[in-house]
């Protein structure tokens, strides 16, 4: 299982441009096989983050999932947006544990 997580800094103004893209790439993925969970969310404590959180059952998935249609639309729209910084890295977890909950 891999996850993926991390942020995108826009500029200030640049989110709302972002958004709808983002919605609809959130859509997509979640058809994906291989795809556990895919999340991309403001940030409450930093107005113009989009934090990044997926879940994959594999690499190939994952791999699967950067070569799509709606990823390239996507990377096509923050691309046109300004960007202040980038951090997403894949976390490989080879087990785990419940902390609260099922």
């Known amino acids: 299982m891999l996850i993926v997580a991390g942020h995108v800094t826009l500029a200030e103004g640049e989110l709302e ?21 895919y999340c991309l969310a403001r940030d409450v404590s930093a107005e113009n983050w989009i934090r990044i959180f997926e879940i994959w059952d594999s690499r190939e998935a994952l791999d699967k999932h950067i ?3 709606h990823m390239a639309e996507f990377n096509k729209t923050l691309g046109g947006a300004k960007i ?12 785990v544990h419940p902390l609260i909950g099922g």
Request: hydrophobic share 35%.
């Open 84 to 95: 202040a910084s980038v951090s997403i890295k894949i976390y490989d977890v080879s087990d």
């Open 67 to 69: 070569g799509t249609p």
């Open 17 to 37: 441009k972002v958004l709808p893209a983002a919605r609809k790439m959130v859509e997509e993925t979640h058809k994906e096989a291989g795809c556990i969970d």
